[in-house]
């Protein structure tokens, strides 16, 4: 098993044995040779010349044989080596194959016998450099491996993270602090479309030397941005300094897509005197820009979601505002004084309790429409709902009926008298002068109530007696309340 060209270090003191192996053995065999003719000088060319086989004299001046193989061990050579001597014995061989020799000859040797050990000798070295060689690349694939794992799990664990964000915001934040971790570059930023106005925004951003990552959402022209977008690929840029044209940068840009659409691109910085970006780093950054994509698709559609749901409640509390309250006052219509009046009448049997219900109409109020319009009555009416909630208690209702009637609850009434100060005050609050823009308005109101259990057992009956005593005070001159009484009906 021949391979022309490798190198046969001969060492021998007889040139003549040299010139023999050299030119009738070697050179027709397709080897290169070398040759010393003392141990100093086999040092010396095995040193620098890195022969892969050495057929070595044993006898020579300076140093012998023995002492060559010593030499190269110390200086850490290991290179097979036959050994050829004229003077044998079991103690040299034993001595030789100590110290590392394939194959020993005495002299005179046969040619087929060394030639076979040559042949032998380099077939077992080269199966042991293509051992090495394979051992080095599989070591070296491993820790490609290795490092590829280190940085896939790296990847999934940012990729978990990021997609657990639904505030756009912060996950903005946390996808250029991953990046700037995973490539190592000095300043990573991220651009978006703005989805209203489709303009190309700086979305989020963070430099070496402000840890702190930024969301400054600036309108922006960029266009290697620009670029990376319409064509869809990863691309590393040499970029100048706007104001320094001698210091340049290293820009890594990766387009960001959902669904083949772009949406903008996730860029990677690093002086020009670093490390320069690799096919790797594209790879990383690129990975990183997937996950990001779709957790910005899903933080935008979460962000529109919650937007839809908060229009969706509000348009919810619109319709049941309405339905349960005066468009013009703002005060309980009818209806939710109906329930609020059911309640506050089973809390009372349970307890024993009385409820009062009082209804009151202005005086005059027409008048008021007549000479000053609909829109300062409906201030009016607006001015009276405010003042009848000052004077009453927090668990007290007050409803606008229609027109100009409002409807009163008191529950927990402890007794009637209480009710009949409750009225006093509400008269003595609606005299007082109402200042309506350039007008000063004073009315008055007349008001009747009805107590249960006394007036009445049920809702209906309670607001009819209410009404019956009402227009009882009108009768009696209005400005004045009236409780609800038998000869009344």
Same mark, same amino acid.
């Given at each position: 098993?021949?391979m022309?060209?490798?190198r046969?270090l001969?060492?021998?003191?007889?040139m003549?044995n040299?010139?023999f192996l050299?030119d009738?053995?070697?050179?027709?065999?397709g080897y290169t040779?070398?040759?010393?003719t003392?141990?100093?000088?086999?040092?010396q060319?095995?040193?620098?010349?890195?022969p892969?086989?050495?057929?070595?004299?044993?006898q020579?001046?300076?140093?012998d044989g023995?002492?060559v193989?010593e030499?190269?061990?110390?200086e850490?050579i290991?290179i097979p080596?036959?050994?050829?001597t004229?003077?044998?014995?079991?103690?040299?061989a034993?001595?030789?194959?100590r110290?590392?020799?394939r194959d020993?000859?005495?002299?005179p040797?046969?040619?087929?016998?060394?030639m076979?050990?040559?042949d032998?000798?380099?077939?077992?070295?080269r199966l042991?450099k293509?051992?090495r060689?394979?051992?080095?690349?599989v070591?070296?694939?491993?820790?490609?491996?290795?490092q590829?794992?280190?940085?896939?799990?790296i990847?999934h664990g940012?990729?978990?993270a990021?997609?657990?964000?639904l505030d756009?915001?912060?996950?903005?934040?946390?996808?250029?602090e991953?990046?700037?971790?995973?490539i190592?570059a000095?300043?990573?930023s991220?651009f978006?479309?703005?989805?209203?106005t489709g303009n190309l925004?700086?979305?989020?951003?963070?430099?070496s030397d402000d840890p702190?990552?930024?969301?400054p959402?600036q309108?922006t022209?960029?266009s290697?941005?620009?670029?990376?977008?319409?064509t869809?690929?990863?691309?590393?840029?040499?970029?100048p300094?706007?104001?320094?044209?001698?210091?340049s940068w290293?820009?890594?840009?990766?387009?960001?897509?959902v669904r083949?659409k772009?949406i903008g691109a996730?860029c990677?910085?690093?002086?020009d005197?670093?490390?320069p970006?690799?096919?790797?780093?594209r790879?990383?950054?690129s990975a $990183?820009? !997937?996950f990001?994509?779709?957790?910005?698709? #899903?933080?935008? =559609?979460?962000e %529109?979601?919650?937007r839809e +749901?908060?229009e969706?409640?509000?348009a919810?509390?619109a319709?049941?505002?309405l339905?349960?309250?005066?468009?013009?006052?703002?005060l309980?219509?009818r209806?939710l004084f109906?329930?609020?009046?059911g309640?506050?009448?089973?809390?009372?049997?349970?307890?024993?309790?009385?409820?009062?219900?009082m $209804?009151? !109409?202005?005086?005059?109020?027409?008048?008021? #429409?007549?000479? =000053?319009g609909? %829109?300062?009555?409906?201030q +009016?009416l607006?001015a009276?709902g405010?003042?009848?909630?000052?004077?009453?208690?927090?668990?007290?209702?007050?409803?606008?009926m229609g027109?100009?009637?409002?409807?009163l609850?008191?529950?927990?009434?402890?007794?009637?008298?209480?009710?009949?100060?409750a009225?006093?005050?509400i008269?003595q609050?609606?005299r007082q002068p109402?200042?309506?823009?350039r007008?000063?308005l004073?009315?008055?109101t %007349?008001?009747?109530f009805?107590?249960y259990?006394?007036?009445?057992?049920?809702?209906?009956?309670?607001v009819?007696?209410a009404?019956?005593?009402?227009?009882?005070?009108?009768?009696e001159?209005r400005d004045?309340?009236?409780r609800y009484r038998?000869?009344?009906?």
């Amino acid at each position: 098993m021949e391979m022309a060209g490798e190198r046969i270090l001969i060492v021998d003191d007889d040139m003549r044995n040299i010139e023999f192996l050299r030119d009738s053995l070697l050179l027709p065999s397709g080897y290169t040779t070398l040759c010393a003719t003392d141990g100093a000088q086999a040092v010396q060319l095995a040193l620098t010349g890195q022969p892969d086989l050495i057929l070595l004299d044993l006898q020579m001046p300076k140093m012998d044989g023995f002492q060559v193989l010593e030499a190269l061990k110390k200086e850490g050579i290991v290179i097979p080596a036959i050994l050829i001597t004229g003077h044998g014995s079991e103690n040299i061989a034993a001595h030789a194959f100590r110290l590392g020799v394939r194959d020993y000859f005495r002299k005179p040797f046969k040619v087929t016998e060394i030639m076979e050990a040559v042949d032998k000798s380099l077939t077992e070295a080269r199966l042991r450099k293509e051992k090495r060689l394979l051992a080095a690349r599989v070591e070296l694939v491993n820790r490609q491996l290795e490092q590829r794992l280190k940085e896939l799990s790296i990847l999934h664990g940012i990729s978990k993270a990021v997609a657990s964000v639904l505030d756009l915001d912060t996950l903005l934040i946390r996808v250029v602090e991953a990046a700037r971790y995973v490539i190592g570059a000095t300043q990573t930023s991220l651009f978006l479309l703005d989805e209203e106005t489709g303009n190309l925004q700086l979305a989020a951003v963070q430099t070496s030397d402000d840890p702190r990552a930024r969301v400054p959402r600036q309108s922006t022209d960029d266009s290697l941005v620009k670029q990376v977008m319409a064509t869809g690929r990863a691309t590393i840029l040499r970029v100048p300094e706007s104001d320094d044209q001698e210091q340049s940068w290293l820009v890594l840009a990766v387009p960001l897509k959902v669904r083949d659409k772009p949406i903008g691109a996730l860029c990677a910085s690093r002086a020009d005197t670093a490390v320069p970006f690799s096919d790797h780093d594209r790879y990383l950054l690129s990975a $990183l820009g !997937d996950f990001a994509a779709v957790s910005i698709d #899903n933080a935008r =559609l979460h962000e %529109s979601t919650q937007r839809e +749901l908060a229009e969706r409640i509000r348009a919810e509390e619109a319709v049941r505002r309405l339905a349960y309250h005066d468009t013009l006052t703002g005060l309980p219509n009818r209806t939710l004084f109906n329930d609020r009046l059911g309640v506050a009448l089973a809390h009372a049997r349970r307890n024993k309790q009385r409820v009062a219900v009082m $209804l009151l !109409d202005l005086d005059h109020f027409k008048g008021v #429409n007549d000479t =000053l319009g609909h %829109s300062v009555g409906d201030q +009016l009416l607006k001015a009276v709902g405010d003042r009848l909630l000052s004077v009453m208690r927090e668990s007290d209702t007050v409803c606008r009926m229609g027109g100009d009637e409002f409807l009163l609850l008191f529950p927990e009434v402890a007794e009637p008298g209480h009710a009949r100060n409750a009225a006093e005050r509400i008269l003595q609050v609606i005299r007082q002068p109402f200042v309506l823009g350039r007008h000063v308005l004073r009315v008055t109101t %007349s008001a009747g109530f009805a107590v249960y259990p006394d007036d009445g057992e049920d809702g209906d009956a309670l607001v009819k007696k209410a009404d019956a005593a009402m227009y009882r005070a009108k009768e009696e001159g209005r400005d004045n309340y009236q409780r609800y009484r038998d000869e009344i009906d």
